[in-house]
């Protein structure tokens, strides 16, 4: 039996949230969050359980997530997606020989299917006639209802973290090939696939109850709830085989030999973290340390900013919400902190924490600070604090800080006036290294 992310809107959602996310989450401990140390590692890396979702909500992070892969040199997800995938997607996605759709159903279940396709995604069937069974499964979910494909465009948790990681200049490594993934559903015949294709389209619902109950036990690292959390329907054991427990013993395969190279955070679904033939338990048995991350959330303060910590850089921050970390190689280099980047953030202003591994001088100000705003210039002689201006259409308040031999440049930018300068100024401090 397998645990769905909601089992009456069917195995359409499973099978679309299959490359990225599976749900049957039974685990020691609740926690997304895993630290991965011991066996002559030198730095510790990091196992995060992911949803497969754009859900707004299951972007909530604990404390210690982002920390956490801020300090890793890599970031590891299932599979990468490049432009190698679409390629590998053509040359498998559809059947072989004569066999169509068609072919394979009652002329009953084949109007069926019909009238589905054309009431929840505008499209006729004979779009996806030659199309192997599980994937038309995973198409039709894609294209359904108001959270379809086509009317959000926001990515997935997995594909934030690595847009993050992207940002963050980390190498980016992909625990499996796309070929590996796609050849997971031929363990079924066509035949087996399509009755459960039917299945999913019998049990479709767009009712969001059941899937609302699962973020929220996500939301709770409630993974004990997870694992209880009861579905309507079974899976062969080939597939379940295949989808889980053999992706589980590769993926912990080539962990065991990434972590002893460099330290990386690792996104998978949480699905793949519990039980005995689960990524937790299996990196123990490979003689790691595997420890949860106990979630706390006291970051997020009661009038909704975020208060953002640096363990790498020494410093803390007020930010309306959680900022994004980004690294800007060109002239000496630093990290930046920012509000810009987030879909949240107000065209109207822009706050910046930008961090330099060393002690700025006033020409090297100069350059680095004040050359990336067009026409700007100092309009006093004090790097402490400073007003700036780009071309007269932003203006903005700086102010630096030495300590810990870094230099830090806060900076915030306005249109109108500002509104927030006072709260994100007064809130920084650096920390001990």
Same mark, same amino acid.
């Given at each position: 039996?397998?645990?769905?992310?909601?089992?009456?809107?069917?195995?359409?959602?499973?099978?679309?949230?299959?490359?990225?996310?599976?749900?049957?989450?039974?685990?020691?401990?609740?926690?997304?969050?895993?630290?991965?140390?011991?066996?002559?590692?030198?730095?510790?890396?990091?196992?995060?359980?992911?949803?497969?979702?754009?859900?707004?909500?299951?972007?909530?992070?604990?404390?210690?997530?982002?920390?956490?892969?801020?300090?890793?040199?890599?970031?590891?997800?299932?599979?990468?997606?490049?432009?190698?995938?679409?390629?590998?997607?053509?040359?498998?996605?559809?059947?072989?020989?004569?066999?169509?759709?068609?072919?394979?159903?009652?002329?009953?279940?084949?109007?069926?299917?019909?009238?589905?396709?054309?009431?929840?995604?505008?499209?006729?069937?004979?779009?996806?006639?030659?199309?192997?069974?599980?994937?038309?499964?995973?198409?039709?979910?894609?294209?359904?209802?108001?959270?379809?494909?086509?009317?959000?465009?926001?990515?997935?948790?997995?594909?934030?973290?690595?847009?993050?990681?992207?940002?963050?200049?980390?190498?980016?490594?992909?625990? =499996?090939?796309?070929?590996?993934?796609?050849?997971?559903?031929?363990?079924?015949?066509?035949?087996?696939?399509?009755?459960?294709?039917?299945?999913?389209?019998?049990?479709?619902?767009?009712?969001?109850?059941?899937?609302?109950?699962?973020? @929220?036990?996500?939301?709770?690292?409630?993974?004990?709830?997870?694992?209880?959390?009861?579905?309507?329907?079974?899976?062969?054991?080939?597939?379940?085989?295949?989808?889980?427990?053999?992706?589980?013993?590769?993926?912990?395969?080539?962990?065991?030999?990434?972590?002893?190279? @460099?330290?990386?955070?690792?996104?998978?679904?949480?699905?793949?973290?519990?039980?005995?033939?689960?990524?937790?338990?299996?990196?123990?048995?490979?003689?790691?340390?595997?420890?949860?991350?106990?979630?706390?959330?006291?970051?997020?303060?009661?009038?909704?900013?975020?208060?953002?910590?640096?363990?790498?850089?020494?410093?803390?921050?007020?930010?309306?919400?959680?900022?994004?970390?980004?690294?800007?190689?060109?002239?000496?280099?630093?990290?930046?902190?920012?509000?810009?980047?987030?879909?949240?953030?107000?065209?109207?202003?822009?706050?910046?924490?930008?961090?330099?591994?060393?002690?700025?001088?006033?020409?090297?100000?100069?350059?680095?600070?004040?050359?990336?705003?067009?026409?700007?210039?100092?309009?006093?002689? =004090?790097?402490?604090?400073?007003?700036?201006?780009?071309?007269?259409?932003?203006?903005?308040?700086?102010?630096?800080?030495?300590?810990?031999?870094?230099?830090?440049?806060?900076?915030?930018?306005?249109?109108?006036?500002?509104?927030?300068?006072?709260?994100?100024?007064?809130?920084?401090?650096?920390?001990?290294?």
């Amino acid at each position: 039996m397998m645990m769905s992310l909601m089992s009456r809107r069917s195995l359409l959602l499973f099978f679309a949230s299959f490359f990225f996310y599976s749900i049957q989450l039974y685990s020691q401990g609740n926690s997304l969050l895993w630290r991965i140390s011991g066996k002559n590692l030198q730095q510790p890396s990091y196992l995060y359980g992911t949803m497969h979702s754009a859900d707004p909500r299951v972007f909530h992070f604990a404390d210690s997530v982002m920390p956490a892969l801020e300090t890793c040199d890599a970031f590891a997800m299932e599979v990468v997606i490049d432009e190698n995938v679409q390629n590998v997607l053509l040359a498998n996605i559809f059947m072989t020989g004569e066999t169509t759709l068609q072919s394979l159903l009652t002329p009953v279940q084949y109007d069926s299917l019909q009238w589905f396709a054309m009431r929840n995604t505008g499209m006729s069937i004979t779009y996806f006639n030659k199309m192997k069974p599980l994937y038309v499964a995973m198409m039709l979910e894609m294209l359904s209802g108001e959270d379809s494909i086509l009317n959000n465009a926001d990515p997935f948790l997995d594909q934030y973290f690595e847009n993050s990681a992207t940002a963050q200049q980390k190498k980016i490594i992909g625990l =499996e090939t796309a070929e590996e993934q796609m050849a997971i559903f031929d363990v079924m015949s066509y035949k087996d696939q399509a009755q459960l294709l039917m299945k999913s389209m019998r049990d479709y619902s767009e009712d969001t109850t059941e899937f609302d109950q699962m973020v @929220q036990y996500y939301l709770n690292n409630d993974l004990t709830k997870m694992m209880e959390f009861e579905n309507d329907f079974a899976i062969p054991d080939s597939l379940y085989d295949a989808l889980i427990t053999q992706r589980n013993v590769k993926m912990a395969r080539r962990i065991d030999s990434m972590i002893n190279e @460099q330290s990386i955070f690792i996104a998978v679904g949480a699905g793949h973290l519990g039980g005995e033939e689960g990524l937790v338990s299996l990196l123990r048995n490979k003689g790691y340390q595997v420890i949860p991350v106990i979630p706390i959330y006291s970051q997020y303060l009661k009038d909704g900013w975020y208060q953002s910590y640096s363990h790498k850089n020494h410093f803390k921050i007020d930010f309306p919400f959680q900022p994004a970390l980004k690294k800007d190689n060109s002239g000496i280099g630093c990290d930046i902190y920012s509000s810009h980047v987030s879909e949240k953030s107000s065209s109207d202003e822009l706050m910046e924490v930008k961090v330099y591994s060393q002690k700025l001088t006033r020409e090297d100000f100069q350059s680095e600070v004040l050359s990336k705003f067009n026409g700007s210039k100092l309009q006093n002689n =004090e790097l402490n604090n400073f007003i700036y201006q780009d071309n007269g259409k932003l203006k903005g308040i700086g102010k630096t800080f030495f300590a810990n031999d870094k230099t830090y440049v806060l900076l915030y930018t306005y249109k109108r006036s500002p509104k927030n300068d006072r709260r994100f100024f007064d809130s920084f401090s650096t920390l001990t290294q």
